[in-house]
């Protein structure tokens, strides 16, 4: 990796628990020799358990966060998570066509709000064609890919929608080996496969997300990236700990070498 420290624009949610949103992207870039610079696009009330509801941040104060933060520091990467609105996602837009040419890795984590009726189609239409790596698990892909009936025609459907990579993994806890499979322009490229490990987390996918976005902003090829991101993710979830009633938290802070 680059001796240097990128700095990683991650656009997410606030989860008072410090597990998973832009907690996790904090823990997980300064774990990796990244600088994060946090935009906040909701304020959730949640424990370890769920999420109980939710402050939509107003969509001016959204831009005017990216905005700042473009005007002034070079940002190396771009990561989007729980983008809470189809207002969000147009303003998203906006302002990353203003600001072209850096890594962008999409986590739209549907299954952790209420979405609006046009949410997807304002997704595929709007952010797709921005992304350099879309994360998805497997039901997310099958809700955005609404002709696909298979993993693999998703992917098709969602590369020929702009995107230049997706990820699709299955869904936790269903099989006894977790698989997320990576997909290009040429097909299928590679898989990744985990142990299964007998807890629920707060923040597995963000983890996730931001450490593959962490190693794109230090130039690692996507391949690489995710292979890195897989890695330091099984640590951290090995290393997870109880800190409330509910799901467990990664243990991301570590050294690069640990």
Same mark, same amino acid.
């Given at each position: 990796m680059n001796k240097t420290t990128p700095a990683v624009m991650c656009v997410a949610e606030l989860d008072p628990t410090g597990g998973g949103g832009i907690a996790a992207d904090i823990e997980t870039m300064c774990s990796l020799a990244c600088h994060c610079t946090p935009i906040m696009t909701a304020i959730n009330i949640q424990d370890t358990q769920d999420i109980k509801d939710s402050a939509i941040v107003d969509n001016l104060l959204l831009i005017e966060q990216m905005? !700042?933060?473009l005007e002034d520091i070079d940002v190396s990467a771009v990561k989007l998570h729980q983008l809470a609105t189809v207002?969000?996602?147009?303003?998203?837009?906006t302002v990353l066509k203003d600001y072209p040419a850096r890594?962008?890795?999409?986590?739209? !984590?549907?299954?952790?709000?209420?979405?609006?009726?046009d949410y997807g189609d304002a997704l595929c239409a709007l952010l797709l064609p921005l992304t350099t790596l879309l994360v998805l698990t497997e039901q997310e892909a099958l809700e955005l890919a609404g002709s696909a009936d298979n993993v693999t025609a998703c992917a098709h459907e969602l590369l020929e929608m702009g995107c230049d990579a997706v990820l699709i993994s299955t869904e936790p806890g269903i099989y006894q080996s977790y698989v997320s499979r990576l997909y290009g322009r040429a097909g299928l490229q590679q898989s990744f496969e985990w142990e299964h490990l007998p807890n629920n987390f707060v923040g597995a996918g963000s983890t996730f997300a931001a450490a593959i976005t962490a190693y794109m902003a230090h130039g690692l090829p996507i391949q690489s990236a995710v292979r890195q991101a897989k890695e330091y993710t099984w640590r951290a979830l090995s290393n997870a700990r109880r800190i409330g009633m509910g799901k467990l938290v990664p243990g991301r802070i570590r050294t690069r070498d640990s």
């Open positions: 905005r !700042a933060v207002a969000h996602i147009e303003s998203i837009h890594p962008t890795v999409l986590d739209p !984590a549907l299954w952790s709000l209420p979405v609006e009726p």
